[in-house]
Structures are given as C-alpha cells and as structure tokens.
Nanobody, 121 residues
Framework: QVQLVESGGGLVQAGGSLRLSCAAS????????MGWYRQGPGKQRELVAV???????SYADSVKGRFTISRDNAKNTVYLQMNSLNPEDTALYYC???????????????WGQGTQVTVSS
C-alpha cells in the first residue's frame, strides 16, 4: 500500500502565507512527478504545480510568482510554499504522486485526502 498524507492547511488572511507538506509512505520503489492540485467551491479540480524527480517545475498561471513547489526525495515529501494568498486561492488542496512500487512496474497515480486552505478577505 501507498499513502500520501498532507498537512499545513488552515485559515489565513489575504496577503498571508502557508506551507503545505505531503509525505508519501508505504511500498515505494521510486516517485516520478509529484504535484499539487486544488478544487475550489463549485469548481473542477485543477493543477497548481508539479515537480519532476529531477526538480523541474511547472505552475498554473494563476499562481506563478506566488507559489513555490519543492521536494525532498530522501523523505518522499513534496512541499508547496504559498505566498500573497488571496480569496481565490481558497480550495481543498490535494497532493498527487506518480509512484512505482517495483522495478519495471508502471508509475500509478496516488492521491492524498486533501487539506483545506481558506483565505479571508
């Protein structure tokens, strides 16, 4: 089994910052891309940021310059530093990992349970 557990969400005022963490555990051989997605009220889930195993990053236009994704491969952990938060960032944030459970096996998608981020105006 593989588990992804997020932490770090909460309530913050507009202009504030939060740092999300997501730790993967279990039967893991290798983690490829790791990313953060979010789903706001009445909206579809959207990609926020993704980071490859080599550290290459990509961001949604709406968060460029404000959010930073990073990872610690030794700890199987991905982070999302969120600065200059605004009410439009309010959402349930999900961690995703493309994880291989053994040599030669495909990388499958695994998801965390989500952590709520609420930004007040």
């Amino acid at each position: 089994q593989v588990q992804l557990v997020e932490s770090g969400g909460g309530l913050v005022q507009a202009g504030g910052s939060l740092r999300l963490s997501c730790a993967a555990s279990g039967s893991i051989f290798r983690i490829e891309d790791m990313g953060w997605y979010r789903q706001g009220p009445g909206k579809q889930r959207e990609l926020v940021a993704v980071i490859s195993s080599g550290g290459r990053t990509s961001y949604a236009d709406s968060v460029k310059g404000r959010f930073t994704i990073s990872r610690d491969n030794a700890k199987n952990t991905v982070y999302l530093q969120m600065n200059s938060l605004n009410p439009e960032d309010t959402a349930l944030y999900y961690c995703n990992g493309q994880i291989r459970r053994g040599w030669g096996l495909p990388a499958n998608d695994y998801w965390g349970q989500g952590t709520q981020v609420t930004v007040s105006s």
